[in-house]
């Protein structure tokens, strides 16, 4: 039998009755260098064909109540409704991530995430950082915000006083692929766990790390350089308080402007004037 290997990138044809592990291994090296992280399909797909239309949206749908045994299907409906159920019935973190695991109703865990980055950091802390989505580093070590960028966050908590007061989580647990920003889809199906960890949590502020998290948390469409070191209430759909939510800009920007770690800065100055009692 025949088999065919066909490689996009360098144009490679491979042909062999079986194939040849040196050729594939220095294929896939060649995929690793260019930076291919994933394959999303066994099959090829002819992307010369016009992309197939869209299914409607389904309208005027609202899933208020959970249903018993619930198991999330493709509906997004049906899975946020599920996420509120799982999320209702977390009493603490630990169990909190348990729900999470247990999810499957997003459709960022079966894109290639190796695991669940929930979250690290005091959990009796007086701040809750949000952030936006895992990357590769936090995939690998199942924690949020391990990388540079986190390596920045933690150098600037710390030098704000603030780190020790400090949990880290993200707006969504799995790793998107390509490194891209979460969609609105996905930080929806995942808010009710985000917000059971405001609530386990209590923190007296909230931080908001990046624009994709200050949209999903408080819905404003305005950037994040319009939006930041300004307090937003943020209210939430269960019962509880209303938390002071302050967006500030994201650690891998900084990394590229460092001219704007300044404001920044001014930010997590600002964030720690709402530990300073009365
Ligand atoms: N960026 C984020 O927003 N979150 C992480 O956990 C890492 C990088």
Sequence with gaps: MYRFISDDLTGTVLTATAPDPRALEALF?????????????????????????????????????PLPGLQAGPD????LAEARQRAAEATDLESLKSAIEAFRGCPLRDLGARQV??????????????????????????LPFVGRSGQLLDRMLKAAGIFDETFITNTVYWSPPGNR????????????????????????????????????????????????????DWAGETPGPTIKALPTLHPAFLLRQ?????????????????????
Excluded at 181 to 210: C, D, M, N
């Design 181 to 232: 920003q979460p969609t609105q889809a996905e930080q929806l199906v995942l808010s009710p766990f985000v917000e059971k960890t405001i609530r386990l949590i209590q923190p007296r502020a909230i931080l908001l790390i990046g624009g994709m998290a200050a949209k999903g948390l408080l819905g404003k469409d305005e950037g994040i350089l319009k939006l930041r070191g300004q307090w937003f």
């Design 29 to 65: 090296s060649f995929w690793a260098e260019a930076g291919v992280e994933m394959c999303y399909a066994d099959s090829p797909v002819d992307r010369t064909l016009p992309p197939p239309r869209p299914t409607p949206p389904k309208l005027n749908l609202v899933a208020t109540t």
């Design 76 to 79: 997004p409906v049906l899975a």
């Design 117 to 142: 980055v929930f979250g690290r950091g005091n959990p009796k802390g007086r701040i809750l950082a949000i952030g936006e989505a895992p990357g590769v580093d936090e995939d690998l070590q199942g």
């Design 258 to 278: 460092s001219a704007s770690k300044k404001l920044a800065w001014e930010d997590l100055l600002k964030l720690s004037e709402t530990l300073i009692d009365p």
